[in-house]
């Protein structure tokens, strides 16, 4: 084995621990490099109380946000990457173009996915045979043969599976988009192939303590103070963390034969 294909099986190997290290000790640089557009995304949490009562001013609001979102999102990770970071950590003009693309040809390919799987699963269940209307009364004793049952729960397993593994493999899209250059769709499954697994125990274990916040929160009507103890900490770690596990997955470089413009 070359000393090229040993270093590149190094950097591909996903530890989802070093990533999170690496996360935490990052803080401060995304601090510093991204406080701008921290504090306007927690101004804009108790902004969001003022739409209330106004359909389209809530619809405005909630466009503002998600733009907002997106565009602190790519520009704490292009500080986490030391990708041309912009000023005050908000990504504008065409690094935040290249990831609207990106993830408006995410969405469309996990759309036409979701529609061949319903159609799939629809045809089956129709061809199944089941009494349908002991579905509906949920009288599972007459609803048909045993097989039938297990063959539909299979099935129904495979249509929740399928867009599962395919949007964690499409998870480090703005990453890999920041950090290449330019949009990068479904070529970012190349990039999360054979690390589905550890992933998903990186995501979940970004995702569970700010939902655990959130229904502490919730529950003693602090929801507002949580919100933005997770953007003020939870985003800028959650960005170091998915930039870093990127570092550790990414096999492209400018000069790599296997450069492709785009996709």
Do not use: C
Request: aromatic share 6%; hydrophobic share 60%.
């Amino acid at each position: 084995m070359s000393a090229n294909t040993a270093s590149m099986e190094h950097v591909r190997r996903l530890r989802p621990g070093r990533a999170m290290a690496s996360a935490v000790k990052g803080l401060p640089r995304l601090w510093a490099g991204g406080w701008a557009g921290l504090v306007l995304l927690a101004l804009m949490i108790p902004l969001g109380g003022w739409t209330r009562g106004s359909e389209p001013a809530q619809l405005l609001f909630t466009a503002i946000a998600a733009v907002l979102t997106l565009a602190v999102w790519t520009g704490l990770t292009a500080v986490a990457l030391d990708r041309d970071p912009p000023p005050g950590g908000v990504a504008m003009g065409p690094v935040l173009l290249r990831v609207v693309l990106a993830a408006g040809l995410n969405l469309i390919f996990l759309a036409m996915i979701a529609v061949v799987l319903a159609l799939v699963s629809l045809a089956i269940a129709g061809m199944s045979g089941l009494n349908l209307e002991a579905v509906q009364a949920r009288d599972w004793a007459h609803v048909g043969p045993v097989w039938q049952l297990v063959v539909l729960g299979l099935v129904a397993l495979i249509v929740l599976a399928v867009p599962l593994l395919l949007m964690v493999r499409l998870s480090l899209f703005v990453q890999a988009t920041v950090g290449r250059g330019h949009a990068v769709s479904l070529n970012t499954m190349g990039i999360a192939q054979g690390s589905f697994w550890v992933l998903m125990l990186l995501f979940l274990g970004l995702a569970i303590p700010p939902l655990a916040l959130l229904g502490w929160a919730a529950s003693r009507g602090l929801m507002e103070l949580a919100m933005v103890t997770l953007v003020g900490l939870w985003m800028p770690l959650s960005a170091g963390a998915l930039a870093a596990a990127y570092g550790q997955l990414e096999y492209w470089s400018p000069d790599s034969s296997g450069h492709l413009g785009g996709g």
